[in-house]
């Protein structure tokens, strides 16, 4: 098995923890340990108390309880937790896709649901969304893509790296051509319970389907990617077995200390949204009135979930080249839109409660900047 490199995560970890002002960021704000165990009061003497043995493979029990509360009709032994949604991306594809199989992936997209499918061997074709159109999904085309021996079709709600929610009617018309042609889908929703309206949230795919798998994240709208966990969701057990048995060749088991923690953070998930979901809002308008300002530079399709955006250089200028500069000169970390084979565009984030002075140091920089428009 050969994996291209990683291109996002190689920018990250050359940039991330020197840069200054991080104005890219995937994940929401995170709180310390303390802030965390301070959400219920037996919390630290059972974080004190856990034995650092090995834990199940599929999770423990009491945090795989909470995760099934995150969706409507599922149980404990509807869930599968993961070392990172990483781990759980992998374990979907090598546990359902082989040589001669079929897969489609939603793009733009996070380059490991690409490059993950296609290092099982499986043929991959993309379901390629694009700018010019506003970002929209064009179902026929999906439905052109899919072969007899299409076996899994990836998608992204709320979605990276354009913040966007799919539209209701295209999640109905996905699980309709699911049963139609037998494929499952593997529905990345690590955005979930962060829409900037939540009347807006979409049903879980695993609650759609009796096949589906919902991919989960503590990292991203929860705001706590130290805790390194995902998990699977699924009524399909044979699936979610498949994957228990990778993952016995992956990580084993997760770390006890993250399970107990993911467990308390998800029983007071509504607390951490809230407060992730107030600095999206407070931060959103800030970001729409320096595109305003800076209209002869930069546009979007004005997100609706996550706090992340998808904005495109007007300018013509190498996004690369952009983006190392606003680094060099403002101490601004950027994400070049070319990690995901978008080279017109940069990925801007939202969500944390720093964002205003990094947008502040970035404007200052173009404002003293000859060369632009």
């Excluded at 423990?60 to 509360?69: D, G, I, N, T, Y």
């Excluded at 061997?121 to 026929?140: I, K, L, N, P, Q």
């Excluded at 018309?173 to 037998?182: C, D, K, M």
Aim: aromatic letters at 8%; one cysteine or more; glycine letters at 6%.
């Amino acid at each position: 098995m050969r994996i291209p490199p990683f291109r996002i995560e190689r920018y990250y970890d050359r940039h991330e923890f020197t840069a200054r002002h991080m104005l890219s960021s995937s994940d929401a704000e995170s709180r310390s340990v303390s802030e965390l165990l301070a959400l219920e009061p037996e919390a630290e003497r059972r974080l004190g108390a856990l034995r650092l043995g090995y834990t199940e493979a599929r999770g423990a029990p009491p945090l795989r309880a909470q995760v099934s509360r995150v969706y409507d009709g599922l149980a404990p032994e509807d869930t599968l937790v993961c070392s990172s949604a990483e781990e759980g991306i992998f374990l979907v594809y090598h546990s359902l896709l082989e040589p001669g199989d079929h897969a489609v992936v939603e793009t733009p997209c996070y380059q490991s649901a690409l490059e993950l499918a296609r290092s099982t061997g499986a043929h991959v074709s993309t379901w390629s969304r694009h700018y010019e159109d506003g970002w929209v999904h064009d179902v026929d085309a999906l439905e052109r893509l899919l072969r007899p021996t299409t076996r899994v079709v990836y998608i992204n709600s709320p979605h990276n790296p354009t913040g966007l929610i799919m539209p209701t009617e295209v999640l109905e018309r996905v699980v309709e051509l699911s049963r139609e042609h037998g494929f499952t889908i593997f529905s990345d929703e690590v955005y979930r319970e962060l829409e900037h309206d939540p009347s807006a949230r979409l049903p879980a795919a695993c609650e759609l389907s009796p096949t589906a798998i919902s991919l989960g994240s503590i990292s991203k709208s929860y705001g706590l990617p130290g805790l390194r966990l995902g998990w699977l969701a699924s009524h399909d057990h044979e699936a979610l077995e498949r994957a228990v048995d990778l993952k016995h060749y992956t990580s084993i088991c997760s770390s006890g200390p993250s399970e107990l923690l993911t467990e308390l953070a998800l029983k007071h998930r509504e607390t951490l949204t809230e407060r992730n979901l107030a600095i999206v809002r407070r931060n959103l308008p800030l970001l729409d009135a320096f595109l305003e300002r800076r209209a002869g530079w930069f546009e979007w399709v004005r997100p609706n979930g996550g706090p992340i955006g998808f904005v495109r250089v007007k300018t013509g200028e190498d996004v690369d080249a952009f983006c190392a500069r606003v680094l060099a000169g403002a101490d601004v970390l950027l994400l070049p839109g070319s990690v995901y084979d978008q080279p017109g565009f940069v990925r801007v984030a939202y969500g944390r409660e720093n964002m205003p002075a990094a947008l502040a140091a970035l404007e200052r920089y173009l404002d003293a900047d000859a060369a632009g428009p």
